[in-house]
């Protein structure tokens, strides 16, 4: 298993930024999810192992940015005009195998996942 840990949480207004930053352990397929409170985790952006191709959930579309250090082994959600819908836990996770397109978006195709770190979005 890929070993992930997260940071970057933290309290910001309407319409400010954050940016969270996910170490791995070694290189693999990441992305980024994130469970709202009372509700379902789901997926937010992902990133191909060479960083070439980057896939996002419409809601956060235009708004966040998923980049990767691949020196550094580091991942990372830039996230702008935040809202307070966009507050959750987030969630870096980790595709030993890199997931069909279909299947990116989905929990089950990724097999480690980080500790979680809290955002939260005042109005």
């Known amino acids: 298993q890929v070993q992930l840990v997260e940071s970057g949480g933290g309290l910001v207004q309407a319409g400010g930024s954050l940016r969270l930053s996910c170490a791995a352990s070694?290189?693999?397929?990441m992305g980024w999810f994130r469970q709202p409170p009372g509700k379902e985790r789901e997926f937010v952006a992902a990133?191909?192992?060479?960083?070439?191709?980057?896939y996002y959930a419409d809601s956060v579309k235009g708004r966040f940015t998923i980049s990767r250090d691949n020196a550094k082994n580091t991942v990372d959600l830039q996230m702008n005009s935040l809202k307070p819908e966009d507050t959750a836990v987030y969630y870096c996770a980790a595709a030993s195998t890199p997931p069909m397109l279909p299947f990116l978006r989905k929990k089950f195709a990724y097999d480690s996942w980080g500790q979680g770190t809290q955002v939260t979005v005042s109005s």
């Open positions: 070694e290189r693999t397929f």
């Open positions: 990133i191909m192992r060479s960083g070439d191709n980057t």
